[in-house]
């Protein structure tokens, strides 16, 4: 499974951007699948979780602000991102776990930096 993220790039506080993560296998069966970031200096947070049949999970500290959902049709996970902060600035990785396997399979990452 490869997964690939895109949508990455410089942004002003206040702006938005959306993440892409592509998978190349059918997502239909994951049973998480996911935006995480790494900020330097920082260990790799959670940002948001997307699993079927439940709720998607976010960090406090975007939620409100940034929206995960999925296209199965497509094998995508998307991050829609409003609001951005200085403070979002990281590398974002994307992250798939599928069903009847304990393998979590990421992506590459894509840089976000929210600058004036």
């Known amino acids: 499974v490869q997964l690939q993220a895109s949508g990455g790039g410089l942004v002003q506080p206040g702006g938005s951007l959306r993440l892409s993560c592509a998978a190349s296998?059918?997502?239909?069966?994951?049973?998480?699948m996911g935006w995480y970031r790494q900020a330097p200096g920082k260990r790799r947070e959670l940002v948001a979780t997307i699993s079927p049949g439940r709720d998607p999970n976010y960090a406090g500290s975007v939620e409100g602000r940034f929206t995960i959902s999925k296209d199965t049709a497509k094998n995508t996970v998307y991050l829609q991102m409003n609001s951005l902060q200085q403070e979002d600035t990281a590398v974002y990785y994307c992250?798939?776990?599928?069903?009847?396997?304990?393998?979590?399979?990421w992506g590459p990452g894509t840089q976000v930096t929210v600058s004036s």
């Open positions: 296998t059918s997502i239909f069966s994951i049973t998480v």
């Open positions: 992250k798939a776990r599928f069903r009847g396997e304990v393998t979590d399979y």
